[in-house]
T-cell receptor, first 113, second 117 residues
């Protein structure tokens, strides 16, 4: 089934540790995104990539980094996790034409202690 | 800066009744798109409906319709004949591209809908 796969689905992490959330899509979409979801704040964009080889900062990029070496993969790295990064993280992708609606992964729940 | 406002944190609706979810937006770009997504308790994000800023008619998709009032910058979602399965969080989102290749969305805080039997 075509779609977006995120891993891990859930993780508990000690503060100060490095963590990479993986995201892979098989829809050949050019654009990919990382959002975090927090109660009362909705979804906030962390980083995005309009095409392989390019990335951009979203609304809340501090403490996160991304790379886009190819079309399919868009990993999100927390270099040194802090408790405020406890959240649910969603990876998404979209076509760069038509409606361009976002297709989402199932989310990764991260708890930083 | 783009901004989406959803002023209703939570709503209750009786089964088979209609419910309207409010969404206002702010952008200076004349070309933009408005989206609604549903997030059930299982957590996945489901695309429901889209309205383009130049669309002449309000969008409809089955029991979902969008009450688009451009002058008021509002894009309210109407769910008709509510079902128990409609209980979920609903997000309004907007795309107002800074450049043509920009497809990222800005989301509101969401509204939780609970349908009562």
């Amino acid at each position: 089934i075509a779609g977006i796969t995120q891993a891990p689905t859930s993780q508990i992490l000690a503060a100060g540790r490095r963590m990479t959330l993986r995201c892979t899509q098989d829809m050949r979409h050019n654009a990919m995104y990382w959002y975090r979801q927090d109660l009362g704040l909705g979804l906030r964009l962390i980083h995005y990539s309009n095409t392989a080889g390019t990335t951009g900062k979203g609304e809340v990029p501090d403490g996160y980094s991304v790379s886009r070496a190819n079309t399919d993969d868009f990993p999100l790295t927390l270099a040194s996790a802090v408790p405020s990064q406890t959240s649910v993280y969603f990876c998404a992708s979209s076509e760069d034409r038509g409606l361009g609606e976002l297709f989402f992964g199932e989310g990764s729940r991260l708890t930083v202690l | 800066a783009q901004k989406i406002t959803q002023t209703q944190p939570g709503m209750f609706v009786q089964e088979k009744e209609a419910v309207t979810l409010d969404c206002t937006y702010d952008t200076s770009d004349p070309s933009y798109g408005l989206f609604w997504y549903k997030q059930p308790s299982s957590g996945e994000m489901i695309f429901l409906i889209y309205q383009g800023s130049y669309d002449q008619q309000n969008a409809t998709e089955g029991r979902y319709s969008l009450n688009f009032q451009k002058a008021r910058k509002s894009a309210n979602l109407v769910i008709s004949a509510s079902q128990l399965g409609d209980s979920a969080m609903y997000f309004c989102a907007m795309r107002a591209p800074e450049v043509q290749s920009d497809y990222k969305l800005s989301f509101g805080a969401g509204t939780t809908v609970t349908v009562r039997a």
